[in-house]
């Protein structure tokens, strides 16, 4: 069993399980994470709501421990449009916004069924590790990726892609935080979603990657951002 054994997760699973319970599809619900890492937020979340949880991330780190992981870009979500009932991101879309990209912000929007939920963690610029050294980042995927991986052939692709990744991270993480709610707002906005809350969130929610960076400075903190999905008013219904 899993729980979510401090605020910040339980924050997440109160915010999903809210948009769970406001959804109109009858029978089970359709729930995707963006930028699982490890999947275990998913992991709790399936366990607290009864429902199942769709991980994706880029990377396949994690691909071999669940079977519904699937290794998605998530600035081309392989959904239908209008098909999923919430989606949620743990300190993993804002990376995709470096150079205002929203593509990830619009897949969103397109496969969420109208009254649908996106329940977002993300990084604002006070956040420890957004502000942490970036060698202390590599570093510590580094370990992280070898720690995890048997020296075998089959790992090693997967090894590079850590790191690579992480570097990439790195370079983006300033720029991916997030400095205002106001900007939070806008990236939301400008793709359709409605936002209906940005609360602090801040607590010892350890990033599985960072856990040796340095787990005094990862009692972290971010904004929880919930948005939805409107639905269409009269006259746009009318247009379609
Ligand atoms: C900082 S980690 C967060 C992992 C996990 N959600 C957590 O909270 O521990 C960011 C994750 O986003 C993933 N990611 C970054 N860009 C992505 C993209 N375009 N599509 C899918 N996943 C992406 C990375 O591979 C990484 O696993």
């Not at 990377?59 to 999923?84: C, H, I, K, Q």
């Not at 989606?87 to 649908?116: C, H, P, W």
């Not at 006070?126 to 990726?145: K, M």
């Not at 960076?213 to 409107?230: I, Q, R």
Request: glycine fraction near 6%.
């Amino acid at each position: 069993m899993h729980t979510a054994s401090n605020p910040v997760t339980q924050k997440i699973v109160a915010a999903v399980s809210w948009a769970l319970g406001k959804s109109k599809t009858v029978g089970p619900k359709k729930i995707v994470e963006l930028g699982s890492g490890d999947g275990n937020l998913a992991s709790i979340i399936e366990d607290s709501t009864q429902e199942t949880v769709t991980r994706t991330d880029l990377l396949s780190w994690f691909s071999g421990r669940f079977t519904n992981y699937e290794v998605v870009d998530m600035r081309a979500l392989p959904y239908a449009s209008a098909s999923v009932d919430a989606v949620v991101s743990s300190f993993a879309i804002e990376y995709t916004r470096v150079g205002n990209d929203r593509r990830a912000y619009q897949e969103v929007n397109r496969v969420l069924k109208m009254g649908g939920s996106a329940v977002f963690l993300v990084h604002h610029s006070r956040s420890s590790i957004a502000a942490a050294p970036i060698d202390n980042f590599i570093a510590s995927a580094a370990r992280y990726a070898l720690g995890i991986k048997p020296v075998q052939w089959f790992f090693l692709q997967s090894w590079f892609d850590s790191i690579e990744m992480a570097g990439r991270l790195c370079d983006s993480k300033k720029r991916a935080a997030y400095d205002s709610q106001s900007e939070v707002r806008r990236d939301l906005e400008a793709v359709g979603l409605q936002v209906v809350s940005i609360e602090t969130a801040d607590g010892p929610y350890i990033l599985e990657m960072c856990r040796n960076l340095n787990p005094d400075k990862l009692l972290d903190s971010g904004w929880l951002v919930v948005a939805e999905k409107p639905y269409l008013n009269r006259a746009e219904r009318r247009r379609r």
